[in-house]
């Protein structure tokens, strides 16, 4: 069965520093991968999506994610977090023939330090 | 891109009543639409998938008789809680799916429905 796996519950990183998200899924075929960003009370807003061509693809909020296949992974990074970044992250992947359906990983909490 | 509306935003009822939520497409037209629930510091949980014109498909373990669910048009599908109870208190988020998104995947999200039942 598909899922998806996002080790780190919970990541501090301090502002202006870089920031690197895990996601790990666990597909058979290319997977459609998305990146969702959530503010407190919010709904969920799209960061970047994949599904072929360029492994390393380009989001909004200056988010980037890179694709490997050989691990498995769909990480997303950020050069340099801004105050503005701490939100809840998840990751999901397509559910393969279910009609459009997403599977979320558990997400992480990311709060960023002055 | 594509906005997606919930309304309420935030709704108190007292146990026993029933509480309709709407999510709207706004500048689409969705005939895919997903409701979701979420607990504090938890991942969405899919409860149904929401076909326009035809009966929602509810995930294992969701009672539909408790969660209708209604998508009478392509821009609106309705859950409605009925008979609720303190444990139904919880984060509503609907999706759309955009049916010229990602092969079919791509959703929009509303900003969801706080649902406190006292």
């Known amino acids: 069965a598909q899922s998806v796996t996002q080790p780190d519950i919970h990541i501090t990183v301090s502002e202006g520093a870089s920031l690197e998200l895990r996601c790990n899924y666990s597909?058979?075929?290319?997977?459609?991968l998305f990146w969702y960003v959530q503010s407190p009370g919010q709904g969920l807003q799209l960061l970047l999506k994949y599904f072929s061509g360029d492994t390393l693809v380009q989001g909004i909020k200056g988010f980037e994610a890179e694709f490997k296949r050989s691990q498995s992974s769909f990480n997303l990074r950020k050069p340099s977090v801004h105050w503005s970044d701490a939100a809840e992250y998840f990751c999901a992947v397509g559910a393969n023939n279910q009609g459009g359906k997403l599977i979320f990983g558990q997400g992480t909490e990311l709060s960023v330090k002055p | 891109g594509a906005v997606v509306s919930q309304h309420p935003s935030r709704v108190i009822c007292k146990s026993g009543t029933s509480v309709k939520i709407e999510c709207r497409s706004l500048?689409?037209?969705?005939?895919?639409m997903f409701w979701y629930r979420q607990f504090p510091k938890q991942s969405l949980m899919l409860m149904a998938t929401?076909?326009?014109?035809?009966?929602?498909?509810?995930e294992q373990g969701v009672e539909k008789d408790k969660f209708l669910i209604n998508h009478a048009s392509l821009t609106l599908s309705t859950l409605t809680v009925t008979s609720a109870h303190p444990e139904d208190s919880s984060f509503y988020i609907c999706?759309?799916?955009?049916?010229?998104?990602?092969?079919?995947?791509?959703?929009?999200f509303g900003p969801g429905t706080r649902l406190t039942v006292t």
């Open positions: 597909y058979g075929a290319t997977p459609y």
């Open positions: 500048d689409f037209q969705a005939t895919t």
């Open positions: 929401s076909n326009e014109g035809s009966k929602a498909t509810y």
């Open positions: 999706s759309a799916r955009d049916p010229n998104g990602l092969a079919g995947y791509e959703q929009y």
